[in-house]
């Protein structure tokens, strides 16, 4: 029988947070260090050379090894293929001190596919702080199914003045649509480091090369608009910055906005990424940045209606405001103004037009507990200050800016935007923020949580406006511990006592999916997919996003979510 340990959507997430806080001192410095499992008698200097401890490869000595790399697949042989190594570094201080040097290896069963050193010099500089070396593999009879990639060396933050010498190691099968590997190595602002691999595709879900400029992932619009995108920057001058030392720090954001459009002949069609250069090395020099989308950069403003209804989005913690363009660009082509918030510190932004350079260096901490009962209800506290609210401030501040766009002289945007119709929806924390906004704000008429896990500072007040919760389903592990068990027990009751005390809620689980089918990632990282078809379930949650607002921001009648229900059995949907 397969063992199954897999837990998707936001308890996995929550649960890890908990016990970085709660177990503190217990954690060691390389957190995330993938370093596998060492022989009897070796040591780690003996496995950078002896692969077969690691490589689990499916040849062993004495059997009939397939024609080609891929299991028979002897045209593949021939075939012109590469595989690229991409190592980047990420420091806090990013001074010309800093540097990252040593040896790497890219090996496939017994042969060497790529190996030498990395000298990393003044990290200063985002393009200083990537390594990249590719080998072409026409020809090649590779001998194993899976490709092994190491990174032996030495790492010194100049700000810290704090040396580290990681030592990491991952093992990858062998796909066609592998195109690049490599690791991230991040040091944050306390000191900790790092190390996450990665693993770049050749190709989209729709067939399309990640390397080609013009790739679009996305489906075509559905809507009868075209779509228009423009990006806004703003500081709020009343709030200082909390996640900094420094006195005087004001909180920054960038607000990404997708509107109904005209057709606009002089209009480019947007990037997926706009202005990478604002982000760290991990997004700026990744191949998300080669993506388009659907949408037109600063198309002109539809006038086929004289106002427009305002969605405001929320992302979850380590996604952007591009992560979910499959669903606002969609939102918009129908209709909406969409206004996604890019919260500073949860995202990947560094660098801002002004020459404030986002550098954390507040990190809060829980105290310790008596009980695990006092644990979870302090957890519950701690993320509603320090992960909740710092998203509910954005949002009621962008909601200033917005209904400044509507009044200014001049504005885009003025006297176009229906300040009395207005929804909000956000994925994984971004959808609890959604919840606090709907009994904050009045003019916020429903609000969804894609995914989100509610905790039970918004389960004590439940929600005053018709709110959605749509939901993965949740894979458990057969043989669940007993902190395990309790975190699912006191999810669940928040979640019952939010729903027993909100006004109206439905919600929706959709079988086969997991957290990340919420977002873009399934589209171009196959290590996000759930086990539902990933365009199947964005078109589920656009058609129910686009039903629910239809129903509850514009009032429209005839709109019945319960029957979406007939056309994709692979949703639940519950009225409460």
């Given amino acids: 029988m397969r063992h199954r340990a897999v837990l998707t959507g936001l308890i996995l997430s929550l649960l890890f947070v908990f016990r970085s806080h709660a177990q503190q001192d217990h954690f060691p410095v390389f957190k995330g260090l993938d370093l596998g499992q060492e022989p009897p008698g070796m040591t780690l200097g003996d496995l950078w050379f002896d692969s077969w401890a690691i490589t689990k490869s499916a040849f062993r000595a004495g059997e009939k090894k397939p024609a080609g790399p891929y299991g028979g697949n002897a045209a593949a042989e021939e075939s012109s293929r590469k595989i690229i190594f991409r190592l980047t570094v990420d420091l806090p201080g990013k001074l010309a001190a800093s540097y990252c040097k040593g040896e790497y290896l890219v090996r496939c069963g017994d042969e060497t596919l790529i190996s030498g050193t990395i000298d990393l010099r003044d990290l200063s500089a985002a393009e200083r702080r990537v390594f990249e070396k590719e080998v072409d593999l026409p020809g090649r009879k590779l001998a194993s199914e899976e490709i092994i990639w190491r990174f032996r060396g030495e790492l010194y933050d100049a700000r810290l003045n704090r040396k580290y010498e990681p030592i990491v190691m991952s093992v990858e099968k062998w796909n066609e649509a592998m195109e690049g590997i490599g690791y991230e190595i991040v040091v944050s602002a306390n000191g900790d480091i790092h190390t996450q691999k990665r693993v770049y595709r050749k190709t989209l879900d729709n067939g399309q090369k990640l390397n080609l400029n013009t790739?679009?992932?996305f489906p075509p619009l559905q809507g009868p608009f075209r779509v228009g995108v423009q990006t806004y920057f703003w500081i709020d001058p009343q709030r200082e910055e909390i996640f900094t030392m420094a006195a005087g720090d004001k909180r920054h954001l960038f607000v990404q906005v997708w509107y109904p459009a005209d057709e606009t002949p002089a209009a480019r069609v947007a990037l997926y990424v706009q202005n990478p250069e604002i982000y760290g090395p991990a997004i700026a020099s990744s191949d998300m940045i080669r993506l388009t989308t659907n949408s037109y950069l600063r198309a002109q403003l539809s006038r086929a209606k004289s106002t427009y209804p305002i969605i405001i989005f929320s992302h979850g913690l380590n996604a952007n405001v591009f992560s979910d363009t499959f669903l606002l660009e969609q939102l918009a082509s129908h209709g909406?103004?969409?206004f996604c918030i890019g919260h500073t510190f949860f995202n990947g932004v560094e660098k801002f037009p002004d020459g404030y350079h986002a550098a954390r260096d507040f990190f809060p901490k829980m105290q310790k507990r008596s009980s695990q009962e006092e644990s979870y209800s302090q957890f519950a506290e701690f993320t509603h200050r320090y992960m909740t609210m710092p998203l509910v401030d954005d949002t009621?501040?962008?909601?200033?800016?917005?209904?400044?766009?509507?009044?200014e002289e001049g504005s885009f945007f003025q006297g176009r935007l229906d300040m009395e119709r207005m929804g909000m929806c956000g994925w994984s924390m971004g959808g609890v923020s959604a919840a606090q906004?709907?009994?904050?704000?009045s003019r916020m008429r429903a609000g969804i949580n894609f995914d989100g896990t509610i905790n039970g500072i918004i389960a004590k007040?439940?929600?005053?406006?018709?709110?959605?919760?749509?939901k993965s389903e949740k894979e458990l592990p057969e043989v669940p511990g007993d902190e395990f068990k309790k975190m699912i027990e006191v999810i669940q009751r928040?979640?019952?006592d939010f729903i027993s005390r909100?006004?109206?809620?439905?919600r929706v689980t959709i079988k086969g999916s997991r957290h990340t089918n919420f977002s873009d990632y399934p589209l171009y990282d196959d290590a996000a997919k759930g086990e539902i078809d990933t365009k199947l379930c964005h078109e589920i949650i656009v058609a129910l996003t686009l039903d629910f607002f239809d129903r509850y921001v514009l009032s429209r009648t005839g709109v019945e979510l319960e029957m979406r229900a007939s056309r994709y059995p692979m949703i639940f949907i519950e009225k409460f």
């Avoid at 906004?437 to 704000?441: A, P, Y």
């Avoid at 007040?461 to 749509?470: A, D, E």
């Avoid at 909100?502 to 439905?506: C, I, N």
């Fill in 502 to 506: 909100s006004k109206q809620v439905f």
């Fill in 437 to 441: 906004m709907c009994n904050d704000e």
């Fill in 215 to 217: 790739a679009n992932p």
């Fill in 494 to 496: 928040d979640e019952g």
């Fill in 461 to 470: 007040n439940g929600v005053r406006k018709p709110f959605m919760l749509m």
């Fill in 336 to 338: 909406y103004m969409v």
């Fill in 396 to 407: 009621k501040f962008v909601i200033r800016q917005i209904a400044a766009l509507h009044e």
